[in-house]
């Protein structure tokens, strides 16, 4: 079944100089990060809006975040070097199913892996339509699924902008999420049209759920 993964010197610094200057820059606040298991398999999904993103949650957070990032990411021997010894895994996106797993085997070893449902960054800073294979990587695990909103990260640097700016950033972790019935229908049914929409219901609920949080406290 594997190991879970473990911190590398390079992901403890880029984790230690990233978490400040996101401290000072975007005076960054994180609600709830004690919904996240400090062990264990788990699936953190959050949406996305910037280049950022995937650090902010891997700052805010004391055990290893896993990362999946492209297969052409990794080309360049300096990109490939760095990925690598921040433990982001390359993903096949040709529809191989090589990325579904990928993603269940590090789920099996133990390791918190992020995703983002929505695939690419949102142009607006809404929630987008979840990709497909989101419900599908769900439904597949038996992984309790974190609900992730960051709060702010668009302003702070949207696609169209160069640089950051100075803007308030939060980040917050959502109630665990039970997809246990879906889950065991699954496992039970052999139409495959229901587990379409199995799938589907999966994805949806899991943004609708990441839609309907709030930034603060509560």
């Not at 400040?20 to 606040?29: D, G």
């Not at 062990?39 to 996305?48: D, F, K, M, Y």
């Not at 809006?49 to 957070?61: I, R």
Request: aromatic share 12%; hydrophobic share 40%.
């Amino acid at each position: 079944m594997g190991e879970p993964t473990k911190k590398s010197f390079s992901y403890r610094l880029f984790r230690f100089v990233f978490g400040l200057f996101f401290r000072v820059w975007f005076r960054i606040k994180v609600f709830h990060r004690e919904r996240v298991p400090r062990t264990g398999r788990v699936i953190l999904a959050s949406n996305h809006v910037c280049y950022f993103d995937p650090v902010f949650v891997v700052s805010s957070l004391e055990r290893m975040v896993v990362g999946l990032a492209r297969e052409s990411a990794f080309k360049n021997p300096i990109n490939g070097f760095l990925l690598r010894s921040w433990r982001m895994l390359p993903v096949d996106q040709s529809g191989s199913g090589r990325g579904l797993k990928t993603f269940l085997s590090r789920l099996r070893s133990g390791d918190a892996v992020i995703m983002y449902p929505e695939g690419t960054r949102s142009p607006t800073g809404q929630i987008q339509a979840p990709q497909p294979g989101i419900g599908l990587i769900i439904i597949k695990s038996d992984a309790p699924v974190i609900p992730i909103k960051i709060f702010g990260a668009f302003e702070a640097y949207p696609r169209h902008c160069w640089l950051p700016r100075p803007y308030p950033v939060q980040i917050k972790f959502g109630e665990p999420l039970n997809f246990a019935e879906l889950r065991a229908e699954a496992q039970q049914t052999k139409d495959k049209e229901r587990l379409k929409e199995i799938y589907k219901k999966a994805a949806t609920d899991l943004l609708h759920a990441i839609a309907q949080m709030e930034p603060g406290e509560d």
